[in-house]
């Protein structure tokens, strides 16, 4: 493998995303009727599939069992990205169980990651050469808390990495000297810096406190209020636009994809954000958490719509 094929590395979960769709408004503790849907995904899995459809090469490095859901992935995945780095073990490989309302809004998951422990920080040292090769390394926070570290490490490009969810985002604190950019949502962010977060004032506030910890930079995703870089020296905000959400679930991968797709194509912090926001829409306008339409053409012509503001 030459140095251009470990351009990106990216480290962390596939799973199976079982999935189930409200036609109609939630009704807890009962049957509702919906839509069930099965496809691959993973915030790991998803970001890597996202910068493969965009055209970059990337090493994807993740962990799959010998079992129905595991031997399908593999099929799905080598033909997209080179996953021959990954740990192929006999065991049960990771599932993710969701509900959204018929808005598309996530209601309530089950993640069944046990699978990812397989990337252990021994299972690392062996992959540490194409490791320290590569220009960008994307970790997500399923990984546990020694491989984080142990990755960051060997890493001699940026590190970036994925909060995933207040659960898991505490996975990260020991690696941030390390983490070059970091992108939590808004409650992770809140979390990680126990910041309360009111009002752009106090996303400042709790970014900047995580630099202080170590952080680079960080990259925030706040739903319908688009989303903020945050650096010693910028603060930036993107504003995405109203659009019909047929989907949020898949909606930060897609745009940390876009982010980090920006800055292997030589573009700053600021212009980054914009690919990062349209990656992000052109994810929840389809039903699918990695949407097929993820083209670089189509997502330079969107990121031109997008409006960047620097704050105070």
Same mark, same amino acid.
């Given at each position: 493998?030459?140095?251009?094929?470990?351009?990106?590395?990216?480290?962390?979960?596939?799973?199976?995303?079982?999935?189930?769709?409200?036609?109609?408004?939630?009704?807890?503790?009962?049957?509702?009727?919906?839509?069930?849907?099965?496809?691959?995904?993973?915030?790991?899995?998803?970001? @890597?599939?996202?910068?493969?459809?965009?055209?970059?090469?990337?090493?994807?490095?993740?962990?799959?069992?010998?079992?129905?859901?595991?031997?399908?992935?593999?099929?799905?995945?080598?033909?997209?990205?080179?996953?021959?780095?990954?740990?192929?073990?006999?065991?049960?490989?990771?599932?993710?169980?969701?509900?959204?309302?018929?808005?598309?809004?996530?209601?309530?998951?089950?993640?069944?990651?046990?699978?990812?422990?397989?990337?252990?920080?021994?299972?690392?040292?062996?992959?540490?050469?194409?490791?320290?090769?590569?220009?960008?390394?994307?970790?997500?926070?399923?990984?546990?808390?020694?491989?984080?570290? &142990?990755?960051?490490?060997?890493?001699?490009?940026?590190?970036?990495?994925?909060?995933?969810?207040?659960?898991?985002?505490?996975?990260?604190?020991?690696?941030?000297?390390?983490?070059?950019?970091?992108?939590?949502?808004?409650?992770?962010?809140?979390?990680? &810096?126990?910041?309360?977060?009111?009002?752009?004032?106090?996303?400042?506030?709790?970014?900047?406190?995580?630099?202080?910890?170590?952080?680079?930079?960080?990259?925030?995703?706040?739903?319908?209020?688009?989303?903020?870089?945050?650096?010693?020296?910028?603060?930036?905000?993107?504003?995405?636009?109203?659009?019909?959400?047929?989907?949020?679930?898949?909606?930060?991968?897609?745009?940390?994809?876009?982010?980090?797709?920006?800055?292997?194509?030589?573009?700053?912090?600021?212009? @980054?954000?914009?690919?990062?926001?349209?990656?992000?829409?052109?994810?929840?306008?389809?039903?699918?958490?990695?949407?097929?339409?993820?083209?670089?053409?189509?997502?330079?012509?969107?990121?031109?719509?997008?409006?960047?503001?620097?704050?105070?």
């Amino acid at each position: 493998m030459d140095k251009e094929r470990r351009e990106i590395i990216v480290i962390g979960a596939t799973n199976t995303d079982i999935s189930g769709k409200c036609l109609y408004p939630l009704v807890m503790e009962d049957s509702n009727l919906g839509k069930v849907s099965m496809s691959l995904g993973g915030v790991a899995h998803n970001i @890597a599939l996202n910068l493969s459809l965009l055209g970059k090469n990337v090493t994807f490095i993740t962990s799959l069992g010998r079992d129905v859901f595991g031997d399908n992935g593999r099929r799905e995945m080598e033909n997209i990205m080179d996953i021959s780095h990954s740990v192929f073990f006999d065991g049960r490989s990771g599932v993710y169980l969701y509900v959204a309302d018929d808005k598309g809004e996530l209601v309530v998951a089950v993640n069944d990651m046990e699978a990812v422990k397989e990337i252990s920080p021994s299972f690392l040292e062996t992959k540490k050469e194409i490791i320290e090769d590569s220009s960008f390394l994307i970790l997500d926070a399923n990984l546990e808390e020694e491989s984080i570290l &142990s990755a960051s490490k060997m890493a001699h490009g940026l590190v970036i990495c994925d909060a995933v969810s207040t659960l898991k985002a505490g996975r990260l604190k020991s690696s941030y000297p390390y983490i070059n950019i970091l992108k939590p949502n808004l409650k992770e962010l809140e979390y990680l &810096s126990g910041v309360e977060i009111e009002d752009e004032s106090s996303i400042k506030e709790a970014g900047l406190e995580l630099i202080a910890q170590g952080v680079g930079a960080i990259l925030v995703t706040a739903g319908d209020k688009g989303a903020y870089y945050i650096s010693k020296k910028s603060f930036f905000h993107a504003y995405g636009r109203k659009l019909e959400v047929k989907n949020t679930n898949g909606a930060g991968d897609s745009f940390l994809s876009g982010f980090v797709f920006a800055l292997s194509e030589g573009m700053d912090e600021k212009e @980054a954000l914009k690919m990062a926001i349209s990656a992000a829409e052109i994810t929840i306008m389809e039903e699918n958490t990695v949407s097929k339409k993820m083209e670089r053409e189509r997502l330079y012509v969107l990121s031109k719509e997008m409006k960047v503001e620097e704050l105070s």
